[in-house]
């Protein structure tokens, strides 16, 4: 039964380890299954350390796999049996941060009905593990893996806070940060220290040599409050006394108090191992992959998409799925459509990465429609998206705790006859407010006088324009921002992934702009987009539908019923774009076994009016409406399309 990976007496000293001959079994069974897998990604990496690695990998994953709760055992073989869980059009995501949210972990747990009514399976807790004190980033500078944050609770709460949402059949998605750690996270500290194991877990220079270098190829990804890359560190140096300095200089992608960890040593990928098994024993079932397109760095290249992330990443997923096969990882790459593909597999590793990735291109895209009230450049971006394996997943959504940063390709604008750089500039100035009779409310974050670059800050009710019509009183534009909102997120429901609802979006909640009374955060405007929740809304809105807050939260709860009933939905299939006849409308197809479902996006404020027979060259003559419950006769020769209006047509015999 051993496996045929390890050395006779490796596999036997394993064997050892278990009393229990079935469970030595299981273990040996998925060894076979995922460690070739795992050895061939280290040797990629690790070359002749590799098989070493593997042997310390294989301590680690056997103390994970013997300490693994029972019921989250059972969860395992539950999900073995459903291995396309995630692409279900059951699962319906949300976004929060505890604090925000309900105060505490035990709090979340007290609101778990709310997101039980709401149709919630999937629920994605913001940073909430140990970050250093004052600024951190939101919680991206974690201080420790191994702790929550004080003020939210302890890890018995998280494990008791899985329990319950597992319960419900709601999966806990955690981030795990991969590309750095806190400048206080006790590896730093030892670097510091002057301790050369730790030392070799950063990337550090003595001068600005390689920093120089480096530089002259890597973009900024905080240019106005973090220029640059590196950052000069006074206690760093490896010569202690002061004639050899004690200074040098950090790798700091983000802020300069989060240190880039050095993934060429294969010790670093060992201590992630270990955390993400022990956090999966703790009952996180998704590991949100933060900015993992940057964990590896090369000279001369932009340090991002390296094929020795997407190794790292089948690696540390095969030793998840040997011990936790209920797991996934969504990789938080936010790339250009070529390179995002490899984060979910292509060649060998095809469907061997992550299970799901951002669809940050299709969110772009429904805020670049909304604003031109044309759909051409973005039928061309999707048109153009590689499709993806089909045992992975999208993670759509209209808004999120970032900014959103104007990712159009040149490419695709000029393929519609539009400039990519007028077009973003374009997108700059509506989603600030500053184009002539824009509807949004944002706030420009981290101008780049390099690039022109203006990313956008603000809530999606303020984005599409509810704050300022709520603010003139204007009934008719409160009730296009309402269709805006109800638009935007029909399609994340619709296009074949899993939604992301973003706390405070299902009650429209606009731009908090008290976040600038909190220091800590007045320096960062992308919390006017991270309100707090407002729970007497929340209850306001079921006793008064008819409210703008109250018609998006019923809206998206009769959407999400919908979706959750409409197998055509399931992620495994693409959503192809159909040609328009009219470019304010996006027409998306996708085939099922049990049929074609044809969706019907109307971006605009007017009416618009389709002939009916392209219709029914895709559904015959009589179809059906999910999103209305309504029938349709394409027998008629128009079909008229009221201002945002969505469609998810099927032909009408699949529903008799
Ligand atoms: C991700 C997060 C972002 C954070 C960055 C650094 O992009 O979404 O909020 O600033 O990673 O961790």
Redesign the pocket.
């Known amino acids: 039964m051993p496996s045929t990976l390890l050395k006779p007496e490796v596999a036997e000293r394993l064997r050892l380890a278990f009393d229990d001959d079935r469970d030595a079994e299981t273990f040996f069974l998925r060894l076979d299954r995922y460690g070739p897998e795992l050895l061939d990604s280290l040797r990629a990496v690790y070359r002749e350390r590799a098989d070493v690695l593997l042997e310390r990998l294989l301590e680690i994953m056997l103390h994970a796999y013997h300490t693994r709760p029972a019921d989250l055992k059972r969860l395992d073989e539950a999900r073995l049996l459903s291995p396309d869980w995630l692409q279900s059009p059951r699962m319906v995501g949300y976004v929060a941060y505890a604090d925000r949210f309900a105060g505490t972990l035990r709090g979340v747990q007290t609101h778990v009905d709310y997101l039980e009514g709401l149709g919630v399976t999937y629920l994605h807790l913001m940073p909430l593990l140990r970050p250093r004190d004052g600024e951190n ?2 919680g ?2 974690v201080a420790d893996y191994r702790s929550v944050r004080p003020d939210l609770g302890s890890l018995d709460d998280l494990s008791a806070l899985a329990r319950d949402l597992r319960s419900r059949g709601i999966s806990l998605v955690l ?1 795990l ?1 991969l ?2 750690v806190a400048r206080e996270h006790e590896w730093a500290e030892r670097a510091r220290a002057g301790e050369d194991q730790y030392r070799d877990y950063f990337h550090l220079f003595a001068d600005r040599g390689l920093p120089d270098a480096y530089e002259t190829t890597l973009p900024e ?2 240019p106005d409050f973090a220029p640059g890359n590196f950052t000069w560190d006074p206690e760093v140096g490896e010569g202690q006394d002061a004639e050899e300095g004690a200074g040098g200089w950090v790798w700091t ?3 300069t108090y ?1 240190w880039d960890l050095n993934w060429g040593n294969p010790d670093v990928l060992a201590e992630f191992v270990d955390i993400i098994l022990n956090l999966a024993n703790r009952g996180v079932e998704v590991f949100r992959l ?2 993992i397109a940057f964990i590896w760095k090369r000279l001369g290249t932009n340090s991002q998409n390296q094929p020795e992330v997407h190794h790292l990443t089948r690696a540390l997923r095969a030793a998840a799925r040997i011990v936790a096969p209920a797991v996934a990882f969504k990789a ?1 790459a ?1 790339v250009a459509p070529g390179d995002l593909i490899h984060y979910l597999g292509s060649g060998t590793h095809h469907g061997r990465v992550s299970d799901m990735a951002y669809h940050n291109s299709l969110m772009v895209q429904l805020w670049s429609s909304l604003a031109s009230r044309d759909t051409r450049l973005m039928e061309e971006a999707l048109r153009a998206f590689p499709p993806k394996p089909a045992n992975t997943t999208w993670g759509l959504y209209v808004r ?3 900014d959103i940063g104007w990712a159009i390709s040149d490419t695709d604008a000029a393929r519609v006859g539009i400039s990519g750089p007028g077009h973003r500039h374009f997108l700059s100035d509506f989603y600030s407010g500053e184009f002539p009779g824009s509807f949004a409310r944002g706030l420009v974050f981290q101008f780049n006088p390099a690039t022109g670059d203006r990313r956008i800050s603000g809530s999606a009710a303020s984005l599409a324009g509810l704050e300022t019509a709520l603010e003139d009183g204007d009934e008719i534009q409160i009730e296009l921002a309402v269709q805006r909102l109800l638009l935007l997120h029909t399609v994340i429901l619709g296009f074949g992934g899993v939604p992301l609802l973003y706390m405070g979006d299902e009650l429209a909640l606009p731009n908090d702009s008290g976040y600038a009374d909190t220091t800590e955060h007045a320096a960062d405007n ?1 919390w006017v987009h991270r309100p707090r929740m407002d729970w007497a809304l929340a209850q306001e809105v079921q006793a008064h539908p008819d409210t703008p807050a109250g018609q998006v939260n019923a809206g998206l709860r009769c959407r999400i019923a919908v979706r959750k009933g409409l197998p055509h939905l399931h992620a495994s299939i693409e959503s192809s774009v159909i040609a328009s006849p009219d470019p304010r409308v996006l027409l998306l197809r996708r085939d099922h076994p049990l049929g074609v479902l044809l969706e019907i996006y109307n971006f605009s404020e007017e009416r618009v009016v389709l002939p009916a027979f392209l219709l029914r060259s895709h559904l015959g003559e009589d179809a059906h409406d999910a999103l209305s419950g309504s029938a349709l006769h394409l027998t008629r020769p128009t079909l008229t399309l009221t201002p945002y209006r969505a469609m998810w047509l099927t032909a009408a015999e699949v529903n008799a």
Do not use: K, L, P, S
Request: aromatic share 14%; proline share 0%; with cysteine.
């Open positions: 980033d939101g991206y500078a981030d940060v590309n750095h990804v905080f992608t983000f802020n989060q933060d900015a938080e936010i999120c705790h970032d992308r």
